[in-house]
């Protein structure tokens, strides 16, 4: 059994910084791509950054240049460092990674943390 488990989550003040924590375990064998997606109140969950095994990267155009993802492949964690947060930051965030073990190659979802950028 995998388990996603996510950290660093809170309540920050606009233009403040957050750092999300995600750290995979279980019956792993390989993971290929991690990522994290958020999810505002009444709209589809979004990808905000991934980044593949060997370091490539991807970030939603509204999070360049204030978000940085990163990993640790011997410790199948990813972080997520976010600067400049906006207030359109606020959401849950979830951890994402694409692994395989035993019983094959799937997607695997952490519980989510949320995020509340406010005055």
């Known amino acids: 059994q995998v388990q996603l488990v996510e950290s660093g989550g809170g309540l920050v003040q606009p233009g403040g910084s957050l750092r999300l924590s995600c750290a995979a375990s279980g019956s792993i064998w390989s993971v290929y791509v991690m990522g994290w997606y958020r999810q505002a109140p009444g709209k589809q969950r979004e990808s905000v950054a991934t980044?593949?095994?060997?370091?490539?990267?991807n970030y939603a155009d509204s999070v360049k240049g204030r978000f940085t993802i990163s990993r640790d492949n011997a410790k199948s964690t990813v972080l997520l460092q976010m600067n400049s947060l906006k207030l359109e930051d606020t959401a849950v965030y979830y951890c994402n990674a694409d692994l395989i073990n035993s019983a094959g190659r799937r997607d695997y979802w952490g519980q989510g943390t949320q995020v509340t950028v406010s005055s």
């Open positions: 980044i593949t095994s060997d370091g490539r990267t």
